[in-house]
């Protein structure tokens, strides 16, 4: 078992991964082509989905690892969800280089959009409600989520708890 502590999620620490958008709270904002979109497949169509998962406790178990090579696939969290962005690039081999593994705690005004390629832990909501609106670009086949189950678990301790 490997275990690995949770930072605050911040853009610039997520960068070499993908983007993070956040909102500010200023009033009207509008910023336009503020993340990455990638479909590398001519045949995928946009698949905006709802999810409701259930808050896992602390510390977080990561039992697998999944990545889309030919699409991001974004999260928005709703009504407040923190969740845990947990992330690790690939190793020469292409399987998941789990020494740059890397965790971080998200609150719940801030959306990530994985880049296409980057191993990252499933969906984990940390706090009610656990709903969030994800977009990828599938097209139904095998293709569109690679699973890398891990042969030992990771325990995430998070940083607000």
Known sequence: MMMIQAKPLSPEAFAPFSQVLTGKGR???RHAFAARMENLR???KPNMTFMSV???AAPIRIERLERHSYSNEAFTPLNGTRHLV???PSGENGKPDLSGLIA???DGSQAVNYNAG???APRTA???PGEFIMFRWDDGSDLDTEIWP???HIEVNLYLN
């Open 27 to 29: 009033g009207e904002e």
């Open 150 to 152: 891990l042969e030992s």
């Open 54 to 56: 259930l808050p896992a």
């Open 42 to 44: 001519p045949d995928a």
């Open 118 to 120: 980057i191993w990252h």
């Open 86 to 88: 947990a992330v690790c």
């Open 104 to 106: 971080f705690e998200a």
């Open 126 to 128: 940390i706090s009610p």
